[in-house]
Structures are given as C-alpha cells and as structure tokens.
C-alpha cells in the first residue's frame, strides 16, 4: 500500500518503501522549473516584402520603366530586326547569295546566344545596372562600326558582336526593371515592356515597306 506522503511510484520500487519509511535520497521528488513560455519568433521579410511595406511603386520605378521599356528595348529591337528586311540589299551590296546572304540576319542571334550566357553570370556578380551600361554601350559603338564594313565576313563579325551585347542589354534591363517593382505590379511592367518591343516590330515593317 502506498504511504499518503509519497507521491505515486512504479510497482518495483513500492517494496522499498513498505520496508524502509524514510525516503530515499535518489527518490525524493524535484520540482520542476517553471518555464515561460517562449515567443514565436516572426520570420524575417523576404525581398518581395520588403519591397512592398517600404517601397511600393513610386517615381523611380516608373522612370526605370519608361527608359527600359519605350527606350530601351525598342532600340533594341529596330538594332536587331531592321537588318531582316534588308538582307536583299546586303547581299547585292557585298555581292552575295542564298546562305551566306541569310547569315545577315542570323549572325546577331549567334552572337546573343553566347552573349546570354555570358551576361547574365557578370550580371549576378557585378549588378544589373552595370551590365546594362556596359552593353548598350558596346551594342551601339558596334552597331555604327557595322556601317562602314568593307567586306561581307567583316560585317559579319560585327552583328554578331552587336547580337552578343544585345542579349545583356535585353536579359539585365528586364531583370532590372521587374526586381524593383512589387510583386503585384510586376505583371503590368512586363506587359508593358513586351508591347514596346511588339511595338517597335510593326514599326519597322512599316518602316522597311
């Protein structure tokens, strides 16, 4: 039978206290530390949060926007396209025909196929913004460099340079402008950015016609 000091014990260790009424040092009961209870701590903001409670969308962003979209990437888009419609003339300028004649239009995408690549790994490394500066800078140095090409191979060569900055002028502006906007307006700047460039694409067929 349990004594009515002692609190309740497995059946192995009753035997000793029916024998011995003192207890045991080793069995008399601790007090358990009353703990508080601990506050939940709150998850830090992610980037998009934070954009949303302090930034929001201001002047800044749609300046960035109105330059990279109408401006930008419609440059962009007649420095690229124009050279499609006018591959006739380039062949009877330089005096070629059939492949080499289309290696006109499908030079400058060669060229941003490697340069995609290779902007965007500077981009994460050095920034958006200097990516942006650096290739609009090369794409329109070179672009003027391809209008006083001598021979055929050497120009060439320059639309697939030009096609090589294009694509970091396109990947980082894109990626600079959206990562500045709120998530809930960030839809409505990439529509706007992809109409500009659709825009310009009817006006250099009206343009070339």
């Not at 309740?8 to 008399?28: G, I, K, M, N």
């Not at 609009?136 to 672009?143: D, I, K, R």
């Not at 109409?195 to 016609?209: E, F, H, N, P």
Request: hydrophobic content about 45%; overall charge positive.
């Amino acid at each position: 039978r349990r004594l009515p000091f002692l609190p309740a014990r497995p059946p192995a260790l009753q035997w000793r206290v029916v024998l011995c009424s003192p207890v045991l040092p080793w069995e008399v009961p601790t007090q358990r530390r009353q703990t508080r209870p601990r506050k939940k701590r709150t998850p830090p903001a992610t980037v998009d949060e934070q954009l949303e409670q302090t930034w929001g969308t201001g002047k800044y962003q749609w300046l960035l926007l109105l330059m990279m979209g109408p401006g930008v990437w419609t440059a962009e888009a007649f420095h690229l396209m124009v050279i499609t419609y006018i591959e006739d003339d380039i062949g009877r300028t330089f005096g070629v025909t059939g492949f080499l004649q289309s290696l006109a239009g499908s030079s400058a995408f060669m060229g941003a196929m490697i340069g995609a690549y290779v902007w965007s790994c500077v981009a994460d490394r050095q920034g958006r913004r200097v990516v942006v500066w650096i290739t609009l800078a090369g794409s329109n140095v070179l672009g003027c460099c391809t209008a006083t090409a001598q021979t055929y191979w050497v120009f060439l060569v320059l639309r697939a340079c030009v096609g090589f900055f294009f694509a970091g002028t396109v990947l980082a502006g894109y990626g600079l402008t959206i990562e500045f906007f709120p998530p809930r307006r960030r839809g409505l700047a990439t529509i706007v950015i992809n109409c500009a460039w659709a825009v310009m694409l009817i006006a250099v067929t009206g343009l070339c016609y």
